[in-house]
């Protein structure tokens, strides 16, 4: 049976610190503790129009779209693809629980002058045999194929 990883994260932020958009390797329960927050959340089928960094950089889990980039404002940028892209929008108040898949894609922005949360991690690799997990899957295993071929070449 695969291990299970936890782990806890305590956030804490101020008003408009914005979170690249990314994805976790893990489930994430995500609680809102004080202030607000906005988060972007992308189903994993988006990837080709979020612009992911290689495998073999330092933020390959995270997007090239510039943070001044808002999904949302739906701004003609110089990655265009992020454009077509259909986020769903979460507003997050004290006392909310986010629950955020695996591989699910997704960017928190911080609205209010004090900002408390707490996430919660669990690491459970996903199942081949799940449709629910494809996209995942596929992308866990071509970023090692990626990481392969650089050591390779």
């Known amino acids: 049976p695969p291990r299970n990883y936890t782990s806890l994260r305590l956030w804490l932020s101020t008003a408009g610190v914005l979170s690249r958009t990314h ?5 994430n329960l995500f609680v ?9 959340l992308w189903n994993p089928d988006e990837l080709p129009l979020l612009h992911m960094y290689p495998a073999i950089h330092a933020a390959h889990r995270q997007s090239q779209v510039p943070l001044e980039t808002s999904a949302l404002t739906k701004s003609k940028s110089r990655l265009p693809l992020m454009d077509s892209s259909k986020p769903i929008l979460a507003q997050l108040r004290p006392g909310d629980l986010l629950y955020i898949p695996l591989c699910w894609w997704h960017q928190i922005q911080q609205l209010d ?5 707490l ?3 669990s690491c459970v690799p996903p199942r081949t045999k799940d449709p629910r997990h ?7 295993l071509s970023r090692e194929l990626e990481e392969y071929l650089d050591d390779e070449i």
């Open 23 to 27: 994805y976790d390797k893990g489930h």
């Open 32 to 40: 809102q503790l004080a202030g607000q927050k906005q988060v972007l």
């Open 113 to 117: 002058k004090e900002n408390v949360s």
């Open 119 to 121: 996430a919660f991690w």
């Open 134 to 140: 494809s996209a995942c899957v596929e992308l866990r």
